[in-house]
């Protein structure tokens, strides 16, 4: 596997922005349910570096939960719109606060997938957090009531975010220069 050092273009968010930011959302998601129960659902893989941050910046009691779907063809880099759940959740959400927890959105496909899904079981609230917001690709709008940062229209990764599966270690979110990545044999 390369070094992320032979194809970075340039570090779009860097570490500190993204601790300061982090904060912030935990500090306002903490007040908006205070006296609420609260549970997080993380949608794997992405979401997961970001959780896991945010939730130790969020002091009322709340529970988590992770689900997994796959929105992008194996190897390709745009999404198809084409969802699939691979994890259920191994909660019932039923009259429960529930909030999302992405690491971006992108066409919007994947989140109006998993809101649709989801208000099916009757949650009592049903909000998304997203650390990144990038508008320029919507093809449906989305609610995003709790956003990290806007971003432009290039290819990112790290925090959470993979190339061909790898780098999601990152602490900092960076863009790829394509033509010096090689795709993993
Ligand atoms: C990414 C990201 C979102 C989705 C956003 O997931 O984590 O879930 O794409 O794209 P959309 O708004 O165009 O639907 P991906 O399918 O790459 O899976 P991963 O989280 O496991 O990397």
């Known amino acids: ?13 860097n570490e500190k922005t993204l601790k300061r ?12 349910y205070a006296n609420e129960d609260l549970l997080l659902i993380c949608i794997l893989r992405g979401g997961i570096v970001f959780m896991v941050d945010l ?5 009322v009691p709340h529970a988590v939960d992770c689900m997994a779907l796959t929105s992008y063809g194996v190897g ?16 019932n959400i039923e009259n429960k606060n529930v909030l999302l927890v992405e690491d971006i959105v992108d ?6 997938h998993v809101l649709e899904m989801l208000r099916t079981r009757h949650p009592k609230s049903l909000k998304v957090c997203a650390l990144l917001d990038k508008e320029e690709r919507r093809e449906i709008p989305v609610p995003i009531d709790y956003r990290g940062f806007s971003i432009p229209n290039k290819f990112v990764f ?3 975010l993979d190339l061909d599966e790898y780098y999601r270690n990152l602490p900092f979110i960076a863009v790829v220069d394509l033509k010096k990545y090689k795709h993993p044999a």
């Not at 959302?25 to 908006?32: E, T």
């Open 76 to 91: 390709a880099r745009e999404s198809s719109g084409n969802i699939r759940m691979s994890l259920d959740l191994q909660t």
């Open 107 to 112: 066409s919007g496909h994947t989140l109006t």
């Open 21 to 32: 930011r982090i904060k912030e959302l935990g500090k306002q998601i903490s007040r908006d």
């Open 158 to 160: 790290g925090y959470g």
């Open 1 to 13: 596997m390369q070094d992320y050092k032979e194809f970075i273009a340039e570090t779009l968010i």
């Open 55 to 59: 939730m130790r910046h969020i002091t």
